[in-house]
């Protein structure tokens, strides 16, 4: 397989967690890539990373690929991340599509700020309140073990750390301290170092 991303893509990292939880790293070929180069659109036209190439398979889009992954992980006889066929099946993908949104809000944040006009404030007010109001409501009904890492709690220590890493002068620990308690000891494990971009 390849995955296709980049160092500082949170979408990317996501998958790159999952490689490291589901042992797939050594079957995969990480490609920096350039989301403009015509080579990687001729791959993926929406010129969006991370992209995944398995023999004649190519996917985009982040939540794909973690389930693709880990259905072949599943194939290779280790438990999966997103608990299938269990009663928290949707309450692990709804803490996961939650912080998919976080990410959204941020990474249109980050490219707002980075306008050559004058950024919008209307804008970038909404996506703040998005952020703030998602970050709620995952500290609050959602959050799953430290212990046993799950596709949802990846997705929101991903989006928590792209926080830290782009936005840091929002302070999302202040919204939400029992949130940053959480977060805090992923910080110190293997997989979150490894993926880190810095
Ligand atoms: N929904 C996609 C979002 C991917 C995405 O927006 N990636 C950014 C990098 S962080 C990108 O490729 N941006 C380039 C562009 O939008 O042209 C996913 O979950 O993979």
Same mark, same amino acid.
């Given at each position: ?96 599509? =939650? /912080? ?5 809000? *941020?990474? !249109?944040?980050? +490219?707002?700020?980075?306008? @050559?006009?004058?950024?919008? %404030? ?47 002068? =929002? /302070? ?5 301290? *029992?949130? !940053?308690?959480? +977060?805090?000891?992923?910080? @110190?494990?293997?997989?979150? %170092? ?5």
């Amino acid at each position: 397989m390849q995955l296709f991303y980049s160092l500082t893509s949170p979408y990317a990292r996501k998958c790159h967690i999952v490689l490291h939880l589901h042992q797939l790293l050594d079957q995969t070929e990480l490609v920096l890539t350039d989301q403009f180069s015509q080579e990687f659109r001729k791959l993926n036209p929406l010129g969006k990373i991370p992209t995944l190439r398995d023999n004649d398979i190519t996917l985009m889009d982040s939540p794909l690929i973690c389930e693709y992954l880990d259905n072949k992980a599943i194939q290779q006889g280790r438990p999966s991340l997103f608990a299938r066929e269990n009663l928290d099946y949707f309450h692990i993908q709804l803490q996961h599509a =939650l /912080s998919n949104g976080i990410l959204d809000a *941020a990474v !249109a944040s980050v +490219y707002e700020k980075r306008r @050559e006009t004058q950024p919008s %404030e209307y804008w970038l007010s909404r996506w703040q309140e998005s952020l703030q109001s998602t970050i709620t409501q995952i500290s609050t009904k959602y959050l799953s073990t430290c212990t046993q890492p799950n596709i949802a709690s990846v997705a929101t220590v991903t989006a928590l750390a792209y926080l830290d890493f782009r936005l840091a002068e =929002l /302070s999302w620990r202040d919204w939400n301290t *029992a949130l !940053a308690d959480w +977060y805090a000891p992923f910080t @110190e494990l293997t997989w979150f %170092e490894k993926t880190s971009p810095e």
